[in-house]
């Protein structure tokens, strides 16, 4: 009876140490002030905003959320007298510098909406996060809805250019 008990106590041991670990990844990445625009009836698009951290350095290597088909982590910036936006592959997070995406810079777009996104829900998100050490962890983030006013830059023409055309991804 006694071996099972070391047994039993080892094993819950390990498993304490292994959540300790799990939790110390999680911590070198801190998230914070999450949160999505609005939309209304059938839009297909969002954006989700927030301001990051990580401790040691990192970088977002991916994003995802029930909420929409695609997400992604997109850039916008002034090329000449257009705003032009685009999709990163990844968002450097340098070492104890905080990160904002936020309107009219980095940001994670949400593409084809499952639904409308109404003021004071919540959107989960999913920011796939390659650590210092080159490991991956995914961070979990609840993002609150707000106003589909929430953030707009005057003028702002997301995702096309002044004359009209799409811009390319």
Same mark, same amino acid.
Request: glycine share 8%; hydrophobic share 40%.
């Given at each position: 009876?006694?071996?099972?008990?070391?047994?039993?106590?080892?094993?819950?041991? @390990?498993? @304490?140490?292994? /959540?300790?670990?799990?939790? @110390?990844?999680?911590?070198? =990445?801190? =998230?914070? +002030?999450?949160? &999505?625009?609005?939309?209304?009836?059938? $839009?297909?698009?969002?954006?989700?905003?927030?301001? %990051?951290?990580?401790? +040691?350095?990192?970088?977002? &290597?991916? =994003?995802?959320?029930?909420? @929409?088909?695609?997400?992604?982590?997109?850039?916008?910036?002034?090329?000449?007298? &257009?705003?032009?936006?685009?999709?990163?592959?990844? *968002?450097? %997070?340098?070492?104890?510098?905080? &990160?904002? /995406?936020?309107?009219?810079?980095?940001?994670?777009? %949400?593409?084809? %909406?499952? $639904?409308?996104?109404?003021? +004071?829900?919540?959107?989960?998100?999913? *920011?796939?996060?390659?650590?210092?050490?080159?490991?991956? =962890?995914?961070?979990?983030?609840?993002?609150?809805?707000? +106003?589909?006013?929430a953030g707009n830059m005057p003028a702002m023409n997301h995702g096309h250019d002044q004359s009209g055309g799409e811009h390319k991804h």
């Amino acid at each position: 009876m006694k071996s099972r008990s070391i047994r039993s106590s080892a094993r819950l041991a @390990a498993l @304490a140490a292994g /959540l300790l670990v799990s939790a @110390a990844a999680f911590a070198q =990445v801190t =998230v914070q +002030d999450a949160w &999505v625009r609005g939309t209304v009836p059938g $839009q297909t698009s969002s954006g989700a905003f927030m301001t %990051l951290q990580a401790a +040691d350095g990192a970088k977002v &290597v991916g =994003v995802s959320t029930p909420v @929409a088909g695609t997400a992604e982590i997109h850039e916008m910036k002034m090329e000449g007298n &257009v705003m032009r936006m685009r999709a990163v592959p990844s *968002l450097d %997070l340098p070492k104890g510098q905080s &990160v904002q /995406l936020k309107p009219g810079g980095y940001h994670v777009m %949400l593409m084809d %909406l499952k $639904q409308p996104l109404s003021k +004071d829900t919540t959107v989960p998100i999913t *920011l796939k996060v390659e650590l210092a050490d080159k490991r991956v =962890v995914e961070q979990k983030v609840d993002a609150k809805v707000r +106003d589909l006013t929430a953030g707009n830059m005057p003028a702002m023409n997301h995702g096309h250019d002044q004359s009209g055309g799409e811009h390319k991804h």
